[in-house]
């Protein structure tokens, strides 16, 4: 055997070391968990919150069957204050609000009309509009700012929902025209103080039904909903995760997890990325079973599990992507799905 095939071996064994010893560095999931049960996740449906930079104030969508607000609430010791009405939301049905990573402003989806003089003419005869778009408001000295409407180069339909921000402006959401079936993911770029026309992303061509982005703040990956792909062929919504890579992207990978295959829950959606850019938390409507009590105490104890957040509504989870994120820094294969 010649020099020149004995390097070639020990190379190829160096490389099967090191995506060994990759592969070993990179954490199994582990379950998601239920996020604030009580103050946050309670009766309602509780969804998409988002914090600020420093992580003490959250901001999430609570909503009835119909339509709801944007809440706010502050850290409080080990919890949470009781959520108050944001100063930015109330007057018109508003939710999915997204903080930029640097806390200087947030954009949300709202039903409120596009100018104050049709504002005052629908609000004195309490009515709203059915379109729906995005609005931002900057974070000020005194408070917030009055919600601005994004223009329409984001702004591409009447039917635009779920923003998600990253650092450098750009926005992601989802759209859909009124003769497309499915929603799909959009993006659209900020640059030199202007919001780029919107463009499709190139994975999410409506095929599917593809919604509810999280973007990280640097960009590097994305997170959303979707029904159809990967390996649960179910008509529930479930979460994947695409990498950037160069100009374009890499492949959808299903965010598989313990929990996430026992089909006790219609959806995981709604996803925000948290401050540590590792946290995932997003809403869904899993509940937890209730035994059937063996006493007068059990079962009042189940009422009140009911009356709380274990009534099938939706509620705020939170799960690492750790596992997903060192897996793409090492080059190693990706976590498995069990089915």
């Known amino acids: 055997m010649t020099g020149s095939a004995y390097k070639k071996i020990a190379y190829a064994l160096l490389l099967g070391a090191a995506a060994t010893a990759a592969l070993a560095e990179v954490p199994p999931p582990e379950a998601a968990t239920l ?48 959520p108050t009405i944001a100063p930015f939301s109330g007057d018109y049905p508003d939710s999915s609000a997204t903080l930029a990573p640097d806390g200087s402003y947030i954009v949300f989806e709202s039903k409120r009309p596009a100018t104050p003089a049709l504002a005052a ?59 497309e079936k499915n929603f799909h993911l959009y993006r659209s770029r900020y640059r030199d103080g202007k919001y780029a026309q919107a463009e499709p992303l190139p994975f999410s061509d409506g095929k599917t039904l593809d919604v509810d982005p999280a973007v990280s703040a640097d960009g590097s990956y994305l997170v ?14 479930h979460l994947y995760i695409v990498f950037a890579k160069g100009a374009g992207w890499g492949p959808v990978i299903p965010l598989c997890y313990p929990g996430d295959d026992k089909g006790s829950y219609t959806f995981d959606d709604d996803a925000v990325v948290g401050p540590d850019q590792t946290t995932l938390y997003f809403a869904t409507d899993r509940a937890l079973p209730v035994p059937l009590p063996h006493s007068r105490a059990e079962a009042e104890q189940a009422v009140r599990d009911m009356d709380g957040w274990n009534n099938g509504n939706a509620n705020v989870w939170s799960l690492s992507l750790k596992p997903w994120l060192e897996a793409a820094k090492a080059g190693a294969p990706m976590p498995a799905c069990t089915a």
């Open 35 to 82: 996020f604030a049960p009580g103050s946050i996740s309670g009766p309602g449906n509780d969804w998409t919150p988002t914090f600020t930079p420093d992580g003490k104030t959250l901001y999430f969508t609570r909503s009835g069957p119909t339509w709801g607000f944007i809440l706010e609430s502050h850290a409080a010791g080990a919890g949470w204050s009781t």
């Open 121 to 179: 003419e629908l609000k004195a005869k309490h009515q709203g509009l059915t379109v729906s778009a995005i609005w931002k408001s900057t974070r000020t000295a005194s408070g917030w700012s009055a919600p601005e409407r994004l223009p329409d180069t984001v702004n591409i339909t009447p039917h635009i929902w779920k923003p998600t921000v990253a650092a450098d402006g750009t926005v992601y959401f989802i759209s859909k025209g009124d003769a």
């Open 224 to 237: 959303f909903s979707s029904i159809g792909r990967g390996p649960r062929q179910d008509d529930h919504e």
